[in-house]
């Protein structure tokens, strides 16, 4: 009998199932069911957090809008695919056939050249999310002339551009960093969907942000659709009909799983006999507010009423059991005399003896410190300190793993670490960040502060017993059909941090004197708060005054200021865009590294790495696109409570221009003193090609000019040919203008230089000593290497002709040295006053009489050997050896150039 109900319920089944799909089947056309029977499978968009309608955890597509479509889906028997990423990349491949459909989409008519809308689904409901300090936001029109955060095309942030032109619009690419720029002030406020705007603020910003107001926009579509792509011309038709056959009960339970509190769980029988036969032991710690404390013998936290909800929603048995400590609450996990602790966090040492729950809370591990510390930017600041911290605390764990080195002071409970800080006996306490601001609040610490946070969350769970994992299914179960709605609940009862204890009058005859005096002190500092407060206001006016004045200082300077933070902009002078000859939309739209152009000996994060150190000249993109030299420093800076680095940057263009005109003064006045040296060079063999043609006029004459004769005075005279032929040569090797790196031999260029020299040397008695090295070869620019030299031997020649024409001497040696090529040159010719030694490099300063020197040459061959060819130049007065004498006052100039 009992297998005869099953078979006939069994084919009562298979019936309705067969007319059930037949009729959604009747519904279709011929055409639409082919599509179907074709396309097996569909993809969909999926963004990472549009929560709790569209969004991605644990690499799952989750949300309203995608069970919404897993349950159209199911109607038509299609396979969704879902592909995640951000709102903009995804539109960007839905655009390109490569996404079929978009299951959460505003109507906007100029979508619809790509897209098919279905009809609407849901209607949404906006609210203005700004900071907490501020209300001064009742409706759009307030928004006047404010800066706006809104997430990059999005249909909203598209209608607000294009119908509300007095709103400052400012784009994001994610929903995050819009609520990040209002918590850091970077923008005013943002308009969100409601339900997206209090589940963020609950989870992240519940410090920082507050939904100000519900708004209403006028002539906004605020329902959402389905697109579906126009690839597919009948895709929207078919999605219409599948929600006309979501039933009202299908449509009641996905509304309870997302936007109500009112929840079906499906318990396994395994797990219903778990609830039926066992009661739940809770190891439970009482001094850690607002997560878990006791109060009048009863248990009260954010942790506990979570535990609550899912006692109340799985029917659970209960016992609680209060622990002196936590320590004694993870014993008792692991000797399995309790079964779970409510609050707490996984770490690896835990998981060898204990399940956890998935998490229900994530929290900052903040720091405290006394009031009159600076901000600490991360936990680094505190090495060499003694940090206060709970014995066996999750923050412990945490911090220990990353910062193995820290001083640590354990603390047996919140209130004891509150203690040794207010008496100056650790530097710093480390706790769950509403934990440490409630106690602050709670044992009226007013000299205790929260300081930085760690950047550490902490994310809360359920620890239960290792043999628990039905317990821990059971668990994951109920959070998992928690609503936003009921978290909010609970986040919004114990995140707004007040406390409150009942009054014993049975105790007040005992502490009346005490009271008396207690409000007489109270009085006393309120009337200081108060003289504090109008201190307080006029210093925030001084402040406010001088940031003004120092935003108008950082717009007058020539220099142009980028600050950024984590690879973004988040402040920039006028001058940078000016000298970057863009505007604010096309600086923000793109990477700020773009603004540049290194090469491989110098990039951009050497430039960032090396901060207080050092300046460096390379190229800036105007408008992205034309190169121009500049001068770039950065400096590790704190701006507006966040790590930030500080760009300084200047435009080179101007100052290049006018360099390369003192380089062409300077090869002029070399050229003058060249042509010098070669009219020195050719006297003499001029003078011998002029008598040997002359004697052989005279012997011709007097017919006495013979062969041998001939044949000697004609090769003297084609060999000293050659010879200014030569000098030719070197002449135009000089002035030659390309810069080419190459590799060359150094004693070749000093010969090069010499030929041309060696006249002017001996017409003026000057003695050259030669010391050079064999095999010096280096790779850079020879031409620029010869300049330089010649600069320093025509300075040594013009100073050696005031002295005795007897004693003139130049040395010249070169030598290798470890990496290096070092060019010595040597002359006695008196030396350099000491008073002007340091000013020798300087354009313009010359020892000459104006009529001889410019003051260019030795800038000039400093500016080539340090910035040209990367290497050094020193020059400094000496005592040397020439030819056996010894002279004093003589001047050594040293070249140091690399090999490469």
């Given at each position: 009998?009992?297998?005869?109900?099953?078979?006939?319920?069994?084919?009562?089944?298979?019936?309705?199932?067969?007319?059930?799909?037949?009729?959604?089947?009747?519904?279709?056309?011929?055409?639409?069911?082919?599509?179907?029977?074709?396309?097996?499978?569909l993809?969909?968009?999926?963004?990472?957090?549009?929560?709790?309608?569209?969004?991605?955890?644990?690499?799952?597509?989750?949300g309203?809008?995608?069970?919404?479509i897993?349950l159209?889906?199911?109607?038509?028997?299609?396979?969704?695919?879902?592909?995640?990423?951000n709102?903009?990349?995804?539109?960007?491949?839905?655009?390109?056939?490569e996404?079929?459909?978009?299951?959460?989409?505003?109507?906007?008519?100029?979508?619809?050249?790509?897209?098919?809308?279905?009809?609407?689904?849901?209607?949404?409901?906006?609210?203005?999310?700004?900071?907490?300090?501020?209300?001064?936001?009742?409706?759009?029109?307030?928004?006047?002339g404010?800066k706006?955060?809104?997430v990059?095309?999005?249909?909203?942030?598209?209608?607000?551009k294009?119908?509300?032109?007095?709103?400052?619009?400012?784009?994001?690419?994610?929903?995050?960093?819009?609520?990040?720029?209002?918590?850091?002030?970077e923008?005013?406020?943002?308009?969100?969907?409601?339900?997206?705007?209090?589940?963020?603020?609950n989870?992240?910003?519940?410090?920082?942000?507050?939904?100000l107001?519900?708004?209403?926009?006028?002539?906004?579509?605020?329902?959402?659709?389905?697109?579906?792509?126009?690839?597919?011309?009948l895709?929207?038709?078919?999605?219409?009909?599948?929600?006309?056959?979501i039933?009202?009960?299908?449509?009641?339970?996905?509304?309870?799983?997302?936007?109500?509190?009112?929840?079906?769980?499906?318990f396994t029988?395994?797990?219903?006999?778990?609830?039926?036969?066992?009661?739940?032991?809770?190891?439970?710690?009482?001094?850690?507010?607002?997560?878990?404390?006791?109060?009048?013998?009863?248990?009260?936290?954010?942790?506990?009423?979570?535990?609550q909800?899912?006692?109340?929603?799985?029917?659970?048995?209960?016992?609680?059991?209060t622990?002196?400590?936590?320590?004694?609450?993870?014993?008792?996990?692991?000797?399995?005399?309790?079964?779970?602790?409510?609050?707490?966090?996984?770490?690896?040492?835990?998981?060898?003896?204990?399940?956890?729950?998935?998490?229900?809370?994530?929290?900052?591990?903040?720091?405290?410190?006394?009031?009159?510390?600076?901000?600490?930017?991360?936990?680094?600041?505190?090495?060499?300190?003694?940090?206060?911290?709970?014995k066996?605390?999750?923050?412990?764990?945490?911090?220990?793993?990353?910062y193995?080195?820290?001083?640590?002071?354990?603390v047996n409970?919140?209130?004891?670490?509150?203690?040794?800080?207010?008496?100056?006996?650790?530097?710093a306490?480390?706790?769950?960040?509403?934990?440490?601001?409630?106690?602050?609040?709670?044992?009226?610490y007013?000299?205790i502060?929260?300081?930085?946070s760690?950047?550490?969350?902490?994310?809360l769970?359920?620890?239960?017993?290792?043999?628990?994992e039905?317990?821990?299914?059971?668990?994951?179960?109920?959070?998992?059909?928690?609503?936003?709605?009921?978290?909010?609940?609970?986040?919004?009862?114990?995140?707004?941090?007040?406390?409150?204890q009942?009054?014993?009058?049975?105790?007040?005859?005992?502490?009346?004197?005490?009271?008396?005096?207690?409000?007489?002190?109270?009085?006393?500092?309120?009337?200081?708060?108060?003289?504090?407060?109008?201190?307080?206001?006029?210093?925030?006016?001084?402040?406010?005054?001088?940031?003004?004045?120092?935003?108008?200082?950082?717009?007058?300077?020539?220099?142009?200021?980028?600050?950024?933070?984590?690879?973004?902009?988040?402040?920039?002078?006028?001058?940078v865009?000016?000298?970057?000859?863009?505007?604010?939309?096309?600086?923000?739209?793109?990477?700020?590294?773009?603004?540049?152009?290194?090469?491989?000996?110098?990039?951009?994060?050497?430039?960032?790495?090396?901060?207080?150190?050092?300046?460096?000249?390379?190229?800036?993109?105007?408008n992205?696109?034309?190169?121009?030299?500049?001068?770039?420093?950065?400096?590790?800076?704190?701006?507006?409570?966040?790590?930030?680095?500080?760009?300084?940057?200047?435009?080179?263009?101007?100052?290049?221009?006018?360099?390369?005109?003192l380089?062409?003064?300077?090869?002029?006045?070399?050229?003058?003193?060249?042509?010098?040296?070669?009219?020195?060079?050719?006297?003499?063999?001029?003078?011998?090609?002029?008598?040997?043609?002359?004697?052989?006029?005279?012997?011709?004459e007097?017919?006495?000019?013979?062969?041998?004769?001939?044949?000697?005075?004609?090769?003297?005279?084609?060999?000293t040919?050659?010879?200014?032929?030569?000098?030719?040569?070197?002449?135009?090797?000089?002035l030659?203008e390309?810069?080419?790196?190459?590799?060359?031999?150094?004693?070749?260029?000093?010969?090069?230089?010499?030929?041309?020299?060696?006249?002017?040397?001996?017409?003026?008695?000057?003695?050259?000593?030669?010391?050079?090295?064999?095999?010096?070869?280096?790779?850079?620019?020879?031409?620029?290497?010869?300049?330089?030299?010649l600069?320093?031997l025509?300075?040594?020649?013009?100073?050696?002709?005031?002295?005795?024409?007897?004693?003139?001497?130049?040395?010249?040696?070169?030598?290798?040295?470890?990496?290096?090529?070092?060019?010595?040159?040597?002359?006695n010719?008196?030396?350099?006053?000491?008073?002007?030694l340091?000013?020798?490099?300087?354009?313009?300063?010359?020892?000459?009489?104006?009529?001889?020197?410019?003051?260019?040459?030795?800038?000039?061959?400093?500016?080539?050997?340090?910035?040209?060819?990367?290497?050094?130049?020193?020059?400094?007065?000496?005592?040397?050896?020439?030819?056996?004498?010894?002279?004093?006052?003589?001047?050594?100039?040293?070249?140091?150039?690399?090999?490469?």
């Amino acid at each position: 009998m009992y297998k005869l109900l099953l078979l006939l319920l069994f084919l009562h089944n298979l019936l309705f199932s067969n007319n059930t799909n037949q009729d959604i089947n009747n519904n279709f056309t011929t055409e639409e069911q082919q599509f179907i029977d074709t396309h097996k499978t569909l993809t969909i968009a999926n963004e990472y957090d549009w929560i709790p309608f569209d969004y991605n955890e644990n690499n799952e597509a989750k949300g309203y809008t995608i069970d919404y479509i897993k349950l159209i889906f199911s109607k038509i028997n299609i396979t969704p695919i879902f592909i995640s990423d951000n709102w903009d990349n995804l539109f960007d491949r839905f655009s390109k056939g490569e996404i079929d459909i978009l299951p959460a989409i505003e109507y906007n008519k100029k979508r619809e050249d790509i897209l098919n809308y279905t009809n609407a689904y849901y209607a949404q409901e906006f609210s203005i999310v700004t900071k907490k300090n501020k209300f001064n936001f009742i409706n759009i029109d307030d928004l006047s002339g404010k800066k706006v955060a809104m997430v990059k095309n999005w249909n909203l942030t598209k209608f607000l551009k294009d119908n509300y032109k007095k709103i400052n619009v400012i784009e994001f690419d994610t929903l995050d960093k819009a609520f990040e720029s209002i918590k850091n002030n970077e923008t005013d406020v943002t308009i969100q969907n409601s339900l997206v705007a209090n589940y963020f603020i609950n989870t992240i910003y519940w410090d920082s942000l507050k939904i100000l107001t519900k708004i209403s926009i006028n002539n906004f579509d605020d329902k959402l659709y389905i697109g579906a792509n126009k690839n597919f011309p009948l895709l929207a038709q078919i999605i219409n009909k599948a929600i006309n056959k979501i039933s009202p009960n299908e449509l009641e339970t996905l509304n309870n799983k997302w936007l109500n509190d009112k929840q079906s769980i499906s318990f396994t029988q395994k797990e219903l006999d778990f609830i039926e036969n066992k009661v739940v032991n809770i190891a439970f710690t009482d001094n850690w507010a607002p997560i878990n404390f006791v109060e009048n013998n009863k248990a009260y936290g954010l942790g506990y009423d979570f535990w609550q909800y899912v006692a109340d929603k799985a029917n659970l048995k209960t016992n609680i059991v209060t622990k002196k400590s936590f320590a004694d609450a993870l014993d008792s996990i692991k000797n399995k005399s309790s079964d779970i602790i409510v609050a707490t966090s996984q770490t690896p040492d835990r998981g060898k003896y204990a399940l956890f729950s998935d998490i229900y809370y994530k929290a900052p591990i903040g720091i405290a410190t006394l009031q009159d510390k600076n901000y600490i930017p991360d936990p680094s600041y505190l090495l060499g300190k003694k940090i206060g911290v709970g014995k066996n605390y999750t923050a412990y764990k945490l911090l220990k793993k990353e910062y193995p080195n820290m001083d640590f002071v354990f603390v047996n409970n919140i209130e004891e670490g509150l203690s040794l800080l207010s008496n100056n006996q650790i530097y710093a306490l480390i706790d769950n960040l509403p934990v440490l601001t409630y106690n602050i609040q709670k044992y009226a610490y007013s000299n205790i502060k929260i300081s930085g946070s760690t950047g550490i969350d902490f994310n809360l769970q359920m620890m239960l017993r290792d043999d628990y994992e039905v317990l821990q299914s059971i668990i994951n179960k109920v959070l998992e059909n928690m609503s936003p709605n009921d978290k909010s609940l609970i986040y919004n009862k114990w995140l707004k941090l007040e406390y409150s204890q009942a009054f014993d009058y049975s105790l007040l005859w005992k502490y009346f004197l005490p009271l008396i005096l207690i409000i007489l002190s109270v009085l006393y500092k309120n009337r200081q708060l108060v003289i504090y407060q109008r201190k307080l206001k006029t210093t925030k006016n001084e402040l406010e005054d001088t940031l003004k004045t120092f935003r108008s200082l950082v717009n007058l300077t020539i220099e142009g200021i980028i600050i950024v933070s984590k690879n973004e902009i988040i402040y920039y002078n006028d001058e940078v865009l000016k000298i970057f000859d863009i505007n604010e939309e096309k600086l923000l739209s793109r990477p700020f590294p773009n603004l540049f152009e290194t090469d491989k000996t110098i990039t951009f994060e050497d430039i960032i790495k090396n901060s207080d150190s050092q300046t460096y000249e390379i190229s800036g993109l105007k408008n992205f696109e034309m190169k121009f030299p500049i001068l770039i420093k950065s400096k590790n800076v704190i701006f507006e409570n966040k790590q930030s680095i500080i760009l300084s940057i200047i435009d080179m263009s101007e100052i290049k221009n006018r360099e390369n005109l003192l380089i062409q003064q300077s090869k002029m006045a070399s050229l003058g003193e060249m042509i010098g040296n070669i009219a020195h060079q050719w006297r003499q063999p001029l003078s011998l090609i002029s008598t040997a043609a002359s004697g052989m006029k005279l012997q011709k004459e007097f017919d006495q000019l013979d062969d041998i004769t001939f044949n000697e005075t004609i090769n003297n005279i084609t060999n000293t040919t050659m010879f200014l032929s030569q000098t030719i040569d070197d002449f135009q090797n000089y002035l030659k203008e390309d810069k080419i790196k190459k590799e060359f031999n150094v004693n070749s260029s000093i010969d090069k230089i010499l030929s041309m020299l060696k006249g002017s040397y001996k017409n003026h008695d000057i003695n050259l000593i030669l010391d050079l090295s064999e095999g010096l070869f280096i790779n850079s620019y020879e031409n620029e290497l010869n300049q330089a030299i010649l600069n320093i031997l025509n300075n040594a020649k013009d100073a050696l002709l005031d002295i005795e024409k007897t004693n003139r001497y130049i040395h010249i040696k070169s030598y290798k040295e470890a990496e290096k090529i070092i060019i010595e040159i040597i002359d006695n010719a008196g030396g350099i006053k000491e008073s002007i030694l340091n000013k020798i490099f300087e354009p313009y300063f010359t020892t000459k009489h104006k009529s001889q020197g410019t003051g260019l040459g030795l800038y000039m061959t400093h500016k080539i050997i340090t910035s040209s060819m990367e290497g050094e130049i020193k020059i400094k007065n000496v005592s040397h050896k020439f030819n056996d004498k010894f002279f004093d006052n003589c001047t050594n100039v040293k070249i140091v150039i690399p090999f490469s």
